[in-house]
Each structure stands twice: as C-alpha cells, then as structure tokens.
C-alpha cells in the first residue's frame, strides 16, 4: 500500500467555484501534513502545513481528519492562477522521511 | 535573501556513467534533503541531511549517495547510471526545529 495516496484527477472547473481535494495516507504514527502547488516543470512551493485544527490562508483552507487518517484542501473563489498540480505531503517514520502524493491537476477554465 | 540553489540545471549522461549535484540551502537552514521526481509522479524521497549527518533515506540503492558539508550546501552522487533514473532531482532545505520545505528549482538529468 502507499504511503499517500491523492486523486489524480485531472480536475477541470471554472473560475469561481469551489473545488476540494483529499489525500489519504497509510501510517497512522504520522504527525506532519503539508500542501504543496507545482507548476508545470517548476519547483513544488509550499502552500500550506496542516495543523489538526485546520487552517485557512485566504481562499485555501486545509484540515486533518486522524481517525480515517487523511488530509483536505478547499480552494474557494477559483481564479485562472491556481491552475496547478496540488501535492499533498505526509511525514513518515522517524519524521525524517517525507512521502508526497501523485500530485492533483487543477485547471480553472474562464 | 537567496532562495535554494541547484547546479546544474540541466545535464545529459549516458549509461554506466557517474554524476555529482549540488545543492545550496537557504542561508541559515542546515537540513537539506534530496527528492527524485519522475514525469506524473510527486517527488521520492532519497536522502535528508542535517548538520552534516544522514538522518533519513529513501528506497533508493546503494548508487545513490550524498553528503553535507560545513557550509550546509550537498551533494548528491549517483553511480552506475541507468535509463531509468532520468529524473527532475530536487533539493529542499528547511529551519532547525521546523519541516517546511523549499525547493530548488531542480536539476533535469537524461541518461541515455
């Protein structure tokens, strides 16, 4: 089983709408969650950690569900720049090994 | 401030042959680690360094080695090249005390 898992999408959704992405992962000992935005052939940039009480920065809320172990992001308000890949990003044992996700595809269409 | 720097950007091998790259962190952050990214897939762990000390590795064979020096910058070598680790390297370093990482933009390699 992996570690994470995330729904590859692609997901395709016009500019102002809402769209949520959940990622699920394996270890239950894991204690630290993030998002990240990459896009196309750069860098992963940090979006967001994951604190287990949830956490919103503008129009990105993110939360942590540890009894079915897995991690949520909402985008609301789409706009044409968050079309990206979204990656969740899940520590492992020791804390010093970090398993990322397949990656989600966002397009906001016009 | 500078963010994460790699070298090279890009880089063509073939087969059988060995590359070296390299890493310079944020000024300040001493844990730097190293991802493999492969096309459609997130980043693999391969190595995390802090204070020049291995402290986390990957599901990676033994070609694949680094090392951190004084200044915190690293190195990642990979032996024995084969096709399949054409690959988008990438480098984080992150805070004492803290697990956010910032990448570098990447170094593309091709092995052909």
């Known amino acids: 089983r992996k570690e994470v898992e995330q729904d590859p999408g692609p997901f395709n959704v016009p500019e102002g709408a809402t769209v949520a992405f959940n990622c699920t992962y394996s270890?239950?000992?894991?204690?630290?969650f993030f998002w990240y935005r990459q896009d196309c052939r750069k860098e992963p940039k940090l979006l967001m950690s994951?604190?287990?009480s949830g956490n919103e920065d503008g129009r990105f809320t993110a939360q942590l569900n540890r009894a079915s172990q897995y991690i949520s992001l909402l985008i609301r308000d789409s706009k044409l720049s968050d079309s990206a890949t979204y990656l969740c990003?899940?520590?492992?044992?020791?804390?010093?090994?970090?398993?990322f996700g397949t990656g989600t595809s966002l397009t906001v269409i016009p | 401030d500078a963010g994460v720097t790699q070298s090279p950007t890009h880089l063509i091998k073939t087969r059988g042959q060995h590359v070296t790259l390299r890493c310079s962190p944020i000024?300040?952050?001493?844990?730097v680690s190293w991802y493999q990214q492969v096309l459609g897939q997130g980043p693999q762990f391969i190595f995390q360094?802090?204070?020049?000390?291995?402290?986390g590795r990957g599901n990676f064979p033994d070609r694949f080695s680094a090392r951190q020096f004084p200044n915190y910058s690293s190195e990642l070598n990979v032996n024995a090249l084969l096709l399949g680790d054409s690959a988008l390297y990438l480098c984080?370093?992150?805070?004492?005390?803290?697990?956010?990482?910032?990448f570098g933009p990447g170094t593309r390699l091709t092995v052909t």
């Open positions: 984080a370093s992150s805070n004492s005390g803290s697990l956010e990482q910032y």
């Open positions: 994951v604190y287990s």
């Open positions: 360094y802090y204070e020049k000390e291995e402290r």
């Open positions: 990003v899940v520590n492992g044992r020791g804390g010093n090994q970090f398993y």
């Open positions: 270890n239950s000992a894991s204690q630290s």
């Open positions: 000024s300040g952050h001493k844990s």
